[in-house]
């Protein structure tokens, strides 16, 4: 990937970039926009901006993200990749998904994995947020999923959908396969989302 030269010191005095990136935030703010929380922070931090600044965002991502996750499921509505603000939103609940196994909340990870394969509007998404869930119940640490079960080099980052791994050692089907066990049992768990659709 080729570096794009950017003048960061330039950016930092530039009135309308700094205008705009103003209009950025005030909009995320006004809208409760997660696809603009995430403008705003890739630029912020490109910026280098204070981690105090780069925790605000990103606690009102994360925050705003859940909030609206509660509300789809009450109201039975899933996320569409091809919508910007659900795809960020979806994107946001994932990345939380990962920072908890990350840390070994192995029981956190799952929910969240679950919750999003219940509510991606996209099979091979789905299919890959299973695997995900079907690794924390199989006793996979995050190390182990990262090393033994996903391809790192088959990643398409020019992919609106790249941030979340999709790209595994085994074709899916085979894996949801070998995890046939946990599968059904994830499956079950999400038997009272399913339920309450009724």
Do not use: W
């Not at 696809?35 to 705003?40: R, S």
């Not at 901006?49 to 606690?59: G, P, V």
């Not at 182990?144 to 089907?173: G, M």
Request: with cysteine.
């Amino acid at each position: 990937m080729q570096q794009q030269n950017i003048d960061i010191e330039a950016l930092k005095k530039d009135e309308n970039f700094l205008a705009n990136l103003k209009q950025i935030e005030d909009e995320m703010y006004s809208q409760k926009s997660i696809h603009k929380g995430y403008m705003l922070l890739g630029t912020k931090m490109a910026l280098g901006a204070s981690e105090d600044e780069i925790n605000d965002i990103f606690t009102f991502i994360v925050n705003t993200a859940f909030d609206v996750l509660a509300e789809n499921l009450t109201r039975h509505k899933g996320f569409s990749i091809t919508d910007p603000e659900e795809l960020a939103t979806a994107r946001a609940i994932y990345e939380h998904g990962i920072q908890r196994y990350s840390e070994n909340d192995k029981k956190g990870a799952k929910e969240i994995f679950l919750v999003l394969y219940h509510t991606i509007e996209d099979n091979d998404l789905k299919d890959a947020m299973m695997i995900h869930a079907c690794a924390v119940m199989a006793g996979h640490s995050f190390d182990d999923f990262i090393e033994k079960l996903v391809d790192k080099s088959s990643i398409d980052e020019s992919s609106p959908t790249a941030f979340f791994i999709q790209t595994f050692v085994q074709p899916t089907d085979i894996l949801l396969t070998m995890f046939a066990k946990q599968v059904k049992e994830g499956k079950k768990e999400l038997e009272v989302l399913e339920k309450s659709k009724d």
